[in-house]
């Protein structure tokens, strides 16, 4: 089946690192732009980064940028989002989605359409 299923998540302390994974089901992601996204209760789902097809271009939500990065591994098929330095404002439950099969991308939902479940991550002492 055509899925995505985010992975990773967890309770972190203020300056901690945590990887999540985004595992691709059905398609070969490195053909879509594949976005992070987040979302903290009471507050709209906001973009955090996405890659473009091929790995040609990738964006950052400016709060994020120099802590997070967004990478493929084609042999697994799966795309990861690697987050240092984690403060307390980056509290969400965060999302992966497949996008267009662009060679550009921008952080922005509507152009998103299939979506994986969720994974929570905590960032408190």
């Known amino acids: 089946q055509v899925q995505l299923v985010e992975s990773g998540g967890g309770l972190v302390q203020p300056g901690g690192s945590l990887r999540l994974s985004c595992a691709a089901s059905?398609?070969?992601?490195?053909?879509?732009?594949i976005g992070w996204f987040r979302q903290a209760p009471g507050k709209e789902r906001e973009g955090v980064t996405c890659?473009?097809?091929?790995?040609?271009?990738?964006s950052y939500l400016p709060s994020v940028k120099g802590r997070f990065t967004i990478s493929r591994d084609n042999g697994k098929n799966t795309v990861y989002l690697q987050m240092n330095n984690l403060k307390p404002e980056d509290t969400a439950v965060y999302y992966c989605?497949?996008?267009?099969?662009?060679?550009?991308?921008?952080?922005?939902?509507?152009?998103?359409?299939?979506w994986g479940q969720g994974t929570q991550v905590t960032v408190s002492s």
């Open positions: 989605a497949r996008g267009s099969r662009s060679y550009d991308c921008r952080v922005n939902p509507t152009e998103f359409g299939l």
């Open positions: 059905g398609f070969n992601l490195d053909s879509y732009v």
């Open positions: 890659i473009s097809s091929s790995g040609g271009s990738i």
